[in-house]
């Protein structure tokens, strides 16, 4: 069926190339206003420009169109140049819909087909098509059937409640993603309040240290709240379905976004546990798929399970993986070679600091900041006992890769999904016989941890470095590792 | 269980590939030499300036090339391997940092050779290993090695891989 997207795809894209040019408009329009009221010209001109955009929108609405059969899909579009782009069904991994704010009123969306190549963008890209439509078409698309399935059994469900959001913002520990936001906002606001800065900044040159730290505090707690309150937005009304092993997953308050991949389009999954969140017995699982959503390839799939409920969760929701315990640890000689770049960076930080202090701070509280070092032994035993979680280990297709100096982060990985094994170890290192696993996923996700050894490098291989061809029916009964199909060039 | 028995040896970069990198190290830092001695006659003759500085870049382009021209191309040479293991392709390399890499054979995309005039002139040539995770460089590889392994890797291409659910 060959078809185009809404044609409220036309107000769409009017809108947003009038959103680019409302600055220059404005401009006019002022200089305009100055003189004496409007020209008659400035008007024209303004209706033919926006004319001009409107019949655009509707040309390039006119050849925007797609074409789903059972094979592909294809999208053809441009005005003066044209494109085609046919993607085949079985490359597709996983499929997406988003909706930003404008789209949510509008009551469009626009839906993502992703597949493994390497460009980084998604391969097919329908934007305003209607939300229900999209919804038809990405399980007419899920289910490889031409005509969309009428009504759709609903199978296993399960939600994130408001409660366990807010304390996975909490205790996620990524000032990070407030400090964006809250650049953003300063930015924003900064062209207001320019001149008042500066008075504002000499007054509290003033005011007494304590009072600063007072301030301080409060902006990194105001920090702190907007971090949590980004996140509820971003992940907010979290929800996930499994239906015939195919699951989709959506959050969103604001801008919402919802994936749909098959269970066997999972490359890996993630299980974070930060040193706040093991106090608390939870943990934060993400899932590694190819997809436009979430952020580095890891789209998160649960952010604050109890870590008693894994099991039974992994079970219901992902049954190819399981939760083991990886026996192999980190061989104790690596453990100086991981930490000493880290403590030699914070000590130069805190000497540096300490400097700095001892030289502004007043004489009665000068070496306060010597304190500070006391951080550098908090960090060799935290880390020290992470190291001995360091381990690695398999079973059956899955492999198991624990890295933790701090926090914890274990990857599951089934074999068949490992696009490269490999080690690595610096050259002067060579000789201690150490060496550092690293597994290469689909859509350049890596992940490494360290140090192991040499023999335990070899182990791993001969399970790595068994078939990946898929056996021959008729010779079912045969070893199929046995070679003979494999050498005939 | 199938044992990662080595099918065949460890297969080196001929030397050659040594000469050719020495050859367009040669020539990258002749250009560089001629681009500083323009930069230090145009400050002397018009700026009338006297650039002790470019006493610095010289000493710091000698000693890039030091490296670059006599150790890099040794080492790489000495220390690159790989080979083709039943269906997996290894490759070990690096200058500072050693690597082991396995891959399936089934997950390569794209085989990709190139060779300039300096590669072509000694029968050599460069060929990269793409999978949907990224790629493996195979520098300086001799013709005949090339197309031996190229075919290899080929013979797999039209196999089927298991577990290729779609969506």
């Keep these: ?489 | 269980m199938q044992s990662n028995h080595p099918t065949e040896n460890w297969q080196h970069l001929p030397r050659a590939s040594v000469t050719a990198e020495r050859q367009s190290v040669g020539i990258q830092y002749t250009i560089y030499t001629l681009l500083v001695g323009v930069a230090t006659f145009v400050q002397i003759k018009w700026l009338d300036l006297s650039p002790w500085w470019m006493w610095i870049v010289v000493a710091i382009l000698l000693m890039l090339f030091l490296l670059q021209f006599v150790y890099i191309p040794d080492i790489r040479q000495r220390y690159f391997k790989y080979r083709v293991d039943d269906e997996f392709l290894v490759v070990e390399f690096g200058i500072l940092v050693l690597r082991h890499v396995v891959t399936p054979l089934v997950k390569v995309q794209i085989i990709d050779t190139s060779s300039g005039p300096l590669l072509r002139r000694l029968d050599l040539m460069n060929m990269n290993v793409h999978t949907a995770s990224g790629q493996i460089e195979l520098p300086g590889l001799d013709v005949t090695q090339a197309t031996i392994l190229r075919r290899k890797i080929e013979s797999f291409a039209k196999l089927e891989e298991q577990e290729e659910e779609s969506l």
Excluded: C
């Excluded at chain 1, 800065?197 to 702190?224: K, M, P, R, T």
């Excluded at chain 1, 490359?267 to 997809?291: C, D, G, P, T, Y």
């Excluded at chain 1, 999904?417 to 690595?424: L, N, R, V």
């Design chain 1, 1 to 489: 069926m060959t078809r185009r997207v809404h044609p409220l795809f036309i107000l769409m894209t009017t809108l947003t190339h009038l959103r680019s040019l409302v600055i220059p408009i404005a401009v006019i329009l002022f200089n305009d206003l100055k003189n004496d009221g409007f020209g008659f010209y400035t008007m024209i001109g303004v209706a033919v420009v926006s004319l001009i955009i409107l019949i655009f929108g509707i040309v390039s609405w006119y050849f925007y169109t797609f074409t789903i059969d059972e094979q592909s899909i294809r999208v053809n579009k441009g005005v003066f140049r044209k494109s085609e782009r046919t993607t085949q069904r079985q490359r597709i991994e996983s499929i997406g819909i988003n909706q930003n704010v404008l789209e949510r009123l509008l009551g469009l969306a626009t839906l993502t087909v992703e597949t493994a190549s390497d460009s980084g963008k998604p391969e097919v890209e329908l934007k305003g098509v209607r939300l229900d439509f999209a919804k038809q078409l990405k399980s007419t698309i899920g289910t490889g059937a031409t005509q969309p399935a009428l009504e759709q059994e609903v199978g296993e469900t399960y939600t994130v409640s408001l409660m366990d959001l807010l304390f996975a913002g909490a205790l996620s520990g990524r000032l990070g993603l407030a400090l964006v936001g809250f650049g953003a906002v300063y930015q924003f606001v900064n062209r207001f309040i320019e001149q008042y800065i500066s008075q504002v900044f000499n007054e509290l040159l003033h005011l007494s240290l304590l009072l600063l730290l007072v301030i301080g505090g409060a902006v990194l707690f105001l920090i702190y709240v907007g971090s949590i309150l980004v996140f509820i937005l971003r992940y907010g009304s979290f929800r996930a379905t499994l239906n015939k092993r195919r699951m989709t997953i959506g959050y969103g308050l604001v801008n919402r976004t919802e994936v749909v991949f098959h269970q066997d389009k999972v490359q890996a999954l993630v299980i974070e546990e930060n040193w706040i969140k093991r106090r608390f017995k939870r943990a934060h699982l993400s899932l590694h798929i190819i997809s436009a959503n979430g952020e580095e390839e890891k789209l998160l799939l649960h952010p604050f399970i109890r870590v008693a409920d894994i099991d039974r969760f992994l079970h219901r929701f992902l049954p190819r993986f399981e939760q083991l315990i990886p026996e192999k640890r980190a061989v104790d000689r690596g453990f100086f070679y991981i930490v000493r770049w880290p403590l030699l960076g914070y000590a130069s930080l805190l000497t540096v600091l300490n400097g700095a202090l001892i030289y502004w701070l007043p004489e009665s509280i000068r070496y306060l900041g010597l304190i500070l070092f006391l951080f550098l032994p908090l960090y060799y035993i935290l880390a020290r006992s992470g190291y001995k979680n360091t381990r690695y280990g398999y079973q059956n297709d899955l492999f198991v890769l624990r890295k933790e100096l701090v926090n914890r982060e274990t990857i599951y990985a089934p074999r068949l999904k490992i696009e490269a094994f490999s080690s690595q170890v610096s050259r002067f290192l060579e000789e201690k016989d150490i060496l550092k696993f690293q597994i290469t996923l689909r859509g350049s996700g890596v992940f490494q941890a360290g140090y192991f050894t040499q023999a335990e490098f070899v182990e791993v291989l001969g399970w790595y470095q068994q078939t990946f061809l898929k056996p021959i029916p008729p010779a079912a009964g045969t070893d199929p590792s046995d070679g003979e199909y494999v050498e005939e060039t």
